[in-house]
């Protein structure tokens, strides 16, 4: 044990001395010099109250379990709190009512805190109960921890604000809230309306069972996109032969494509779910969709989508129906992530550090690990070290990937989330609710915080991040995925919002 160590704050210990204060973090034993500018940002964060009112904020978006483009309570609960805290906030931006950004400051640098706030469908699940129990059977649920996100961001930039205001830091401090993420929709038309355009560097953020972040590649490209095809109706058993099936046209191309996939690229990962399939079984179906996605790396998604596209024009002249109509909703890229900017977030979590976790936080996590039948370990006590990239295989994707070749972006994965919850699942519907998520997503708080001031306050920071991504940019400039013509598809889950919010409404906290 280090001999300054003398009292305890949240994890940290902290000695003042003339010109700044050294911080001891407990995992590491390691000193850490903190300027007065960044020691503003974070006091303000560790405070119990602050760790409550953003912990509220938090679960009151995860009991509204608001889907993409739906997200109207969540988006202005996480705005108003901005706009309270002295930001400038313009809300329904880039043809979307649930896109806000909130600025405060002016002049460069301009950094940029990305916010997230939708739900997954099917996945309710109450709250830190460690077997699956759903709020609304059937309705959404934060199986991702976007409610966690956004409240991290928005705590943050509130801290940085105070920070700034206090020390007359010079520069702009800009919160982009980006619905719709689970649906790969928001940044693309984000960028495409310029939101982006005077950014210096963005950081990003998620949820996560560590506390980590990464550099380079990773993710999938993705293009989203649902097929139409239209028949001709008729008495199934009387006249088959006069009808024409837009079921079998969706049949048709999924035996197509699952054909497809033996000749494409191990990188690729496809799937669909079909919207729309007839009515009764003796009408024949006149109209019928399937909803792809498409994924891949940046250099083999569009001729992938192709393939794809063909398979389904391919099944219309089997089928002698039409194929109506191919909607794009979203199309994005792999994650390009600045190793400048993670090598500066990983300080940073260094020096937040794991938050301490309590007995019932403990329980519950051993609980919902042998419920799942993973290692029963409980939650983790170290931050982990900096990832460099691995070998591309494929996987998920987050339209994140777009705002990293527009401008410096680096992601940090906080913790909270149980590990070995499984991601859009009641597991992690069930952990990203209540105490733990509190101390998880203020610890991602402090680390975004502490590296938006350094990227204010230490000017070769964002040089260095700037000249990584003017060379990468240079060689690869961004091309958006997107159609000409798209538009972000603002009813996509209009109907299950329809359906499930006074029923979820039932269950919002005072
Ligand atoms: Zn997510």
Known sequence: MNRFMSFRVVGLLFMFTASSFVIFSQSHDKILSVSPEKRSALEYLEKSETIEKYGRISDAIWSYA????????????????????????????????????????SGKPVIGILVEYDALPMISQQGRIPHREPVIEGAPGHGCGHNMMGTASISAAIAVKQAMEKHRIKGTIRVFGSPAEENLISRPFMIRA??????????????????????????SALISTIFTFKGVTAHSGG???????????????????????????????????????????????????????????????EEMQERVVNCARAAALATGTELDEVRVIGAIHQRHSNKALAELFQRNIELVGMPEWDEEEQDFARQLQENLGTQVRGMPEKVDSLRPPGLFVGGGSSDVGDVTLITPTATIRFPGVVPGAISHHWSTVSSTYGSAAWKGLNAGARAIAASAIDLFTIPEELEKARKEFDEYS????????????????????????????PMLREHYPD
């Open 239 to 301: 006249s088959p032969w006069s009808g024409r099936s837009a079921l079998d046209a969706v049949e048709i191309m999924n035996v197509a494509t699952n054909y497809l996939r033996e000749h494409l690229h191990y990188s690729h990962r496809m799937h669909y779910v079909i919207l729309e399939g007839g009515h009764v079984p003796n009408v024949v179906p006149d109209k019928a969709s399937v909803w792809y996605y498409v994924r891949n790396s940046d250099e083999r998604i």
């Open 194 to 219: 310029g939101l982006f355009d005077d950014v210096d560097a963005v950081i990003d953020n998620h949820s996560s069972s560590g506390f980590s972040t990464a550099y380079g590649v990773s993710g």
């Open 66 to 105: 608001e889907l993409g483009l739906e997200e109207f309570r969540s988006a202005s609960l996480l705005a108003g709190t901005l706009e309270d805290a002295g930001f400038n906030v313009e809300t329904g931006l880039a043809g979307m009512p649930t896109c806000f950004v909130a600025t405060y400051g």
């Open 474 to 501: 240079e060689m690869n400039p961004y091309r958006s995925f997107l159609p000409e013509d798209a538009v972000p598809f603002l009813e996509l889950n209009r109907q299950q919002m329809d359906k499930y919010r």
